[in-house]
């Protein structure tokens, strides 16, 4: 069976500081995985993927994750958080059923 | 220019009716897919189409009927509503079917049960 957790339901931080969200996931193999970002009364809108290569993946508006295998973790980040940053944030996960499972989301709070 | 639309953007209904979302993508992806999005914040695929054939049915009461009248198109019929439909219902596309695909959301319908 495949997960993902999100550990942090609520992140606060102020306008300019750096950021992490935090993603773990559960999958026998080499998993599909994702960051997408939702705007209060929006839709989902991906922010960046990963699949192979280069574990380090780059994704609109300034965002980044990194892949680390050793500890099952795709945590998003980014320098420097504006205050259009705040939204929900999910990690999802598609293996090979193409079945995908979203984390619980993050909420992102900032603060001016 | 909407990638993915959907109407209503709200519904508020009594117990026990029946009611529909339509959902179009214009796009020209093969694959739609239906999410429940709950009061928690839970996204959890319900159903998927791949050119009009149905390919993802998760665990949903049989109360939950969606129709492919083409590929561009996916709605979802809901009968004898309860309490426990309320939630907020996205329909996304892809290009394909595969794993590693994006999906593009909708801006979801608000369905409230009274």
């Known amino acids: 069976a495949q997960s993902v957790t999100q550990p942090d339901i609520h992140i606060t931080v102020s306008e300019g500081a750096s950021l992490e969200l935090r993603c773990n996931y559960s999958?026998?193999?080499?998993?599909?995985l994702f960051w997408y970002v939702q705007s209060p009364g929006q839709g989902l809108q991906l922010l960046l993927k990963y699949f192979s290569g280069d574990t380090l993946v780059q994704g609109i508006k300034g965002f980044e994750a990194e892949f680390k295998r050793s500890q099952s973790s795709f945590n998003l980040r980014k320098p420097s958080v504006h205050w259009s940053d705040a939204a929900e944030y999910f990690c999802?996960?598609?293996?090979?059923?193409?079945?995908?499972?979203f984390g619980r989301g993050t909420s992102l709070i900032v603060h001016p | 220019d909407t990638a993915v639309s959907q109407t209503p953007k709200y519904l508020v209904t009594q117990m026990g009716n029946d009611k529909s979302i339509k959902c179009e993508q214009n796009l020209g992806h093969d694959t739609m897919y239906w999410y429940k999005q709950d009061s928690k914040k839970f996204l959890k695929i319900m159903f998927s189409y791949n050119n009009k054939e149905l390919i993802i049915n998760e665990t949903v009461p049989n109360r939950f009927s969606p129709k492919s009248p083409d590929k561009a198109h996916l709605n979802l019929h809901i009968n004898s509503l309860e309490l426990g439909d309320s939630a907020v219902y996205f329909c996304a596309s892809s290009q394909f079917s595969g794993a590693e695909e994006t999906q593009y959301f909708g801006p979801g319908t608000r369905l409230l049960v009274l």
């Open positions: 999802a996960l598609s293996g090979g059923s193409y079945i995908p499972t």
């Open positions: 999958y026998g193999a080499t998993p599909y």
